[in-house]
């Protein structure tokens, strides 16, 4: 991942930090050849992710940091493991730190909660796979976290794939309509997902086809008969409600996708720090 393409984002949050009078705290103690050395460390069990995005919050905020990557994102970890491994001037380095922690958090916790489901549905065949229920301007990132967790990714935005959802339908006049009038729009090779609430709605998609059928907030009883009366024709996804304590259940009903907002919406932060070592 090209990390460049975040400083944008990473400058706007140095200045939500700093504004114009900077670290009022560390520039008080501290002078501008102090040094110290310090370590990104996890405080507990899971999977790390944002830790390119961390050492570019670093680099940004003193490009004479020196960084040993001691972790990998994607990686399994324990509580006490180092990450990363800094040195250099301490102002620098105690001024990134919350940023790079609050990158850091929000990315291992969706990576650690992504792996978490992946992991409770192994053997199944399920694809995990994340929405469009993400932090504004954080998509891309909250969407790699779910990747680094194992998981799948859904479309970006609006732009990359067509779904047609209730308020399409319920605007358009019925399935049949909004189906006929994307086709008319974007041809034959773009894949067209519509969603369903009912068994009624579905028996309606079949008549006039698509290539995806979200089943929304189905039961699992309503899954089983939904994915045999789809059979070989739809790639079925289920939505909506699923928790860990349901996904097991969903994932064994024969549905190809799952997909969870509370993913990138609902992930418990990740507890790291960054620790100095005593001089």
């Known amino acids: 991942m090209d990390v460049s393409r975040f400083d944008d984002l990473i400058l706007r949050a140095f200045d939500e930090d700093l504004a114009s009078a900077g670290d009022l705290t560390s520039e008080s103690i501290f002078g501008p050849d102090h040094r110290s050395s310090a370590r990104l460390v996890a405080r507990q069990d899971g999977v790390v ?19 040993e990557s001691v972790a990998h994102d994607g990686d399994r970890v324990s509580a006490g493991s180092d990450l990363l491994r800094l040195a250099g001037h301490t102002r620098a380095l105690l001024t990134a730190e919350r940023t790079a922690l609050n990158f850091l958090g929000r990315l291992s916790g969706i990576a650690t909660l992504t792996t978490r489901l992946v992991d409770l ?8 796979a994340d929405t469009r229920k993400t932090t504004p301007t954080l ?5 790699y976290a779910v990747r680094m967790g ?11 794939a067509v779904m047609i959802k209730d308020n399409h339908i319920a605007a358009a006049g019925g399935i049949g309509r909004a189906v006929a009038m994307v086709r ?14 009912t068994l009624d709605e579905l028996r309606e998609l079949l008549v006039v086809g698509a290539d995806i059928v979200l089943l929304d907030n189905m039961t699992a009883s309503q ?10 024709e739809l790639v079925t996804e289920a939505s909506g409600g699923i928790t860990e304590d349901t996904i097991r259940s969903v994932a064994e009903t024969g549905v190809d996708v799952i997909s969870v907002g509370a993913l ?15 001089r």
Do not use: C, Q
Not at 139 to 143: G, H, Y
Not at 223 to 230: D, F, K, S
């Open 49 to 67: 992710a944002g830790l390119a995005i961390a050492e570019r919050v670093f680099h940004l905020m003193d490009d004479a940091i020196e960084i």
């Open 121 to 128: 549905v192994e053997g199944t065949g399920v694809l995990i």
């Open 139 to 143: 998509r891309a990132l909250e969407k």
């Open 150 to 160: 194992g998981g799948s990714n859904h479309r970006f935005g609006l732009y990359d």
């Open 184 to 197: 008319a729009r974007v041809g034959h090779t773009v894949k067209i997902e519509v969603e369903v609430e």
């Open 223 to 232: 899954l089983r008969e939904a994915v045999a009366m789809v059979g070989e």
């Open 264 to 278: 990138t919406h609902s992930a418990p932060n990740f507890d790291v720090a960054l620790d100095f070592d005593p």
